[in-house]
């Protein structure tokens, strides 16, 4: 139930996308709340255990809170466990700014009474090298969006 990599997951077209905003629109940009664009970021929502703490995560969801932080109009849609850690996840989002109407909360039942959690990624930090390498407790629900 428990992967492990050696490094992050590779940067995915999301995080791309918000690098490219960063870059080519000026942080002062406010769009319209009467605009009937909205930005859809689809994918995992999950929790990152780092040495300071659990911080709300995944690329999509980062990137929704940040297009919210530009007051552009955002949902995401994902899938998050019938746990704290979801509950809290949608919480934060919706503090945030972000529309979490597509966001699923049901239990998906992959196996006879058993409920995929919430996401969650350990960072572990070799105290020699000061290396990450990533623990992730898989399957988690955002797997079956």
Known sequence: RIMRTPKPPTITSTFLF????????PHTLSLSTSSSSRVLCVGETLWDGLPLG????????????????????????ARVGPDRLGSEATRRLKSRGVD????????????????????LVVAEIDEKTRDASYVFDTPAAWDYL
């Open 54 to 77: 659990l911080f709300l995560g995944g690329a999509p969801t980062n990137v929704a809170v940040h297009l919210s932080e530009l007051n552009v109009p955002v949902s995401v849609a």
């Open 100 to 119: 979490t109407s597509l966001v699923q909360h049901h239990p998906f039942l992959y196996k006879k009474d058993e409920a995929l959690s919430t996401g």
């Open 18 to 25: 918000l690098v490219f905003l960063s870059h080519q629109i």
